[in-house]
Structures are given as structure tokens and as C-alpha cells.
């Protein structure tokens, strides 16, 4: 499948209640491979268009994968389970956020032009939930360096208290 299927027109699929629904190698997606370990692994998301009685239009996306990542303390590969959750409340470019959705934080408002490049938006739910320092739960540092002790500001003040 190429490149190129994943991109429509988000309004009309919200108008029609349509719903798109794909597989992905994760090497689809170039911006997040540069965050990656290893490029491998596929991801599966789901739009799915809603419009409601006012004729308000949203898209309800929901994206899974795993994603290898590097464990920023043992330097290791660490699997991270990515599921992502998001309902999107479509409006026009330039067009100002009703009242009562500033309010809410469990929508997002996304600014759509008439074509949407679907993958570029998975990317950027994704990449926007992704941890900012993948850590395994257990795990020691690569190399045990013969300092035990954590360099703290306290133990940096206690140096220079015992030189005075
Ligand atoms: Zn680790």
C-alpha cells in the first residue's frame, strides 16, 4: 500500500461517519524511526469519523504498536507498548474553538486542511505520547562505575562544609 491512500479528506470522512483502518511497517513512519532503536514492528490505527447533532465533526483515533526503544539507563532495547486514545474535534484552519471545548480536556481540536496526510497525524499522536526517557522498570547501568554514590547538591554542600 503506498504512501499516498492514507491521504483524505478528514471532514468529509467525520461527515459521512466513515472509518479508515490500517497496518503499517513502523519504517512508514520517518520522523519516529529517528527516535526508534529498531525500525521494526507494525502499527495498526483507526479513524473513525463522527458528526453530532449540533453538526459538530470528530474523528476518534486510536493507535497500537510496539515500538523499540533505548532504555536510557542500561542503553538496551526496551519494548514500549504504544496505545494511543484521542478524540479530535475538527475545525477549519483560522476558525476559533467553540467555548465549551476549551473546557474540556478530553478533546483536542485539530485544524484540518480539505486533504490529510493520515500517517503524518498518527506520527505526531504518537510521537507526542511517546516517554521522554524509556527506562525498563528494573535494570542497572552498562557500566559500573566505581562512584556509588549519586553526585547530589547536598553532598556537593557537605564537600564544602568540611573544607571551611
Ligand atoms: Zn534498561
Redesign the pocket.
Known sequence: MSQESFITDLRALARDGRRVQATVPVESFGRLVESLLEPVGTMTFEFQGERDDEGKLYVDLSIRGDLVLQ?Q????A?VWPCEVQNRLLLIRPGEALPEDELENDEIDALEVEPSTDLLALVEDEVLLAMPLVP??ND?EPPVKAGVDEEISPFAVLRQLRGKV
Open positions: 532504555c539507563r542500561c542503553l538496551e526496551v527506562r525498563h535494570c
